[in-house]
């Protein structure tokens, strides 16, 4: 494992040292370092090279049975759970508040910020890092246990509906933030809180809890698989441990519908780097900015990605043969796209985090726009000189490769635990296209937006 990670390693960094210094400001990333075609056949050679090696030096699978825990002391976790509970709530009733009676102009008005980037973008990222913070910052479980509405489990529901339910909202969600003609603006933000929030206490109330999060939430079942990316976990008796990093996703366990939910989570996150992009806006004009015409290309875009990800799992049960379905296949490889979908999103998204995510500064001082300026930065600008276009290339490209290595990785593995030896690695030839080809579309998206 150690000689194919330094081979990927080092690849990566032949590619990605070939960014020079620059200190030209934002603008197009149409001004790269060296051609778009370089870097697409590097970052393409990175990913061969990741897969032959792991067909060398991973001859047998390691990660398909739950990895040992080691447990983390860390002082004061159980409170720090609880207080995260609290703090939950009161960022949703605060958002509501805001986005009702405060001005309605997204850049003074604190709740665009913690719809869009803070609930949406941040606690997602940080749960690829620390386990799930979702969890327990999710106020709607912590808002029905305060009122008393409990109902009982239906795990039925969850047997016989599976994720179609979550996938459903996730797309919902995605539509809103993308077709929509005016998502940010506070009113928008907060008539969806209180939408979602109706919603989830009447499900928590008559499927229960537990029931909901699994099925219907799209947001918990969002945060709950990129967490499993996250080397931390808690044990059965609720304490921090450590499992190593994605061995959370290659434990995954078959859950009907999940295929179709991480095809929406890559199809939606390219719909909305594809959709910023010169050549989309000139390919379909008008069409493309209105209601109808964005609906289509966003369920478009997600069925292209899910044909790709179907023909993939098709070569690969038909090499695989003793009654393999592509069906079959792509539930049990599904998992490989969590890393892809989180890759996409932190590429896409780390910009809008790291310069509109300084409005919270400006607005949080006057947060319904009365004129007050609590912590004297009510008037703050944006700080665009943080990072350069050059640097933001480096994370965006970064990112993207290691996201696709990561899914080679668990895709090898699981080939080798699920097929016989003698087939396992050519299975994966369709696969290994198509991880080529989804990183080419991601770069040369980022490159053209």
Known sequence: MRRAAFTASAVMWLVLGALPASAHGLGGRADLPIPLGMFLGGASVVLILSFAALAVLWPKHRWQTDPPLRELRVPGFRGMLIGLQIFGVAVLGFMIATGVFGVNNPSRNPASVLLWIGFWLVIPFLSALFGDLYRFVNPFPTLARWLGLQGEERPEFLVSNGMYPAAGVLLAFVWVETVYPDPAAPRTVAIMALVYLVAMLVSIERIGPATTLGAVDGFSAYNRLISRIAPFTRT??????????????????????????????????????????????????????????????????????????????????????????????????????????????????????????????????????????????????????????????????????????????????????????????????????????????????????
């Open 236 to 449: 059965e008796g609720g304490d921090a441990a450590w499992r190593g990093w994605l061995r959370g996703l290659a434990t995954l366990p078959d859950i009907p519908g999940l295929a179709l939910f991480l095809v929406v989570m890559v199809g939606t996150v390219t719909y909305d780097g594809i959709s910023d992009t010169p050549w989309f806006r000139d390919l379909f004009g008008a069409f493309g900015s209105t209601i109808p015409g964005g609906t289509v290309l966003l369920v478009v875009t997600v069925g292209l990605i899910g044909i790709g990800y179907g023909g993939a799992c098709l070569a690969a049960a038909r090499i695989a043969g003793d009654g393999w379905t592509a069906e079959r296949v792509a539930d049990r490889f599904s998992h490989t796209l969590v890393p892809i979908a989180l890759a996409y999103a932190v590429a896409h998204y780390f910009t809008l985090i790291l310069f509109e995510g300084q409005r919270i500064i400006s607005s949080m001082s006057d947060p319904f726009g009365t004129g007050l300026d609590l912590f004297g930065t009510a008037d703050r600008a944006i700080d665009f000189t943080l990072i350069t276009p050059t640097g933001v290339w480096y994370v965006q490209l970064t990112v993207i490769v290691a996201g696709h290595v990561a899914a080679v990785f668990l895709a090898h593995d699981r080939a080798l635990f699920d097929f016989p030896s003698e087939v396992a690695v050519r299975t994966q030839y369709a696969m290994l296209a198509l991880m080529v080809v989804l990183t080419g579309v991601g770069l040369a998206i980022l490159a053209a937006g």
